[in-house]
Nanobody
Framework: QVQLVESGGGLVQAGGSLRLSCAASGRAFSSYTMGWFRQAPGKEREFVAFITWSLGSPYYADSAKGRFTISRDNAKNTVYLQMNSLKSEDTAVYYC?????????????????WGQGTQVTVSS
């Protein structure tokens, strides 16, 4: 069992930055691939980025490439999402997720555990 708690969301002006954190408790954090998703009102949950457990390789949605950076600190059981050059369309609830076995980490169904989410609001 893994518990995930996100933090770092808030209100920021367009062009600004935020860093989201996701603290995990439970066993074998380093064995999990960690993902970030977001969900805007009236829309489906959308893939943002994931980072693999083995090599720590990051992968991004096209909307996040060049602006967002995902990283993990296995010693602290924490995954981060650094978000720069924020746009109004980035406004959403951001969720972190953990999964241990999948072939397509960009799908929400690939993940076994989810946090409660943190709100990010970008004002234009």
């Amino acid at each position: 069992q893994v518990q995930l708690v996100e933090s770092g969301g808030g209100l920021v002006q367009a062009g600004g930055s935020l860093r989201l954190s996701c603290a995990a408790s439970g066993r074998a954090f380093s064995s999990y691939t960690m993902g970030w998703f977001r969900q805007a009102p009236g829309k489906e949950r959308e893939f943002v980025a994931f980072i693999t457990w083995s090599l720590g390789s990051p992968y991004y949605a096209d909307s996040a490439k060049g602006r967002f950076t995902i990283s993990r600190d296995n010693a602290k059981n924490t995954v981060y999402l650094q978000m720069n050059s924020l746009k109004s369309e980035d406004t959403a609830v951001y969720y972190c997720a953990a999964g241990i076995r999948s072939i397509n980490w960009s799908r929400p169904g690939a993940y076994d555990y989810w946090g409660q989410g943190t709100q990010v609001t970008v004002s234009s």
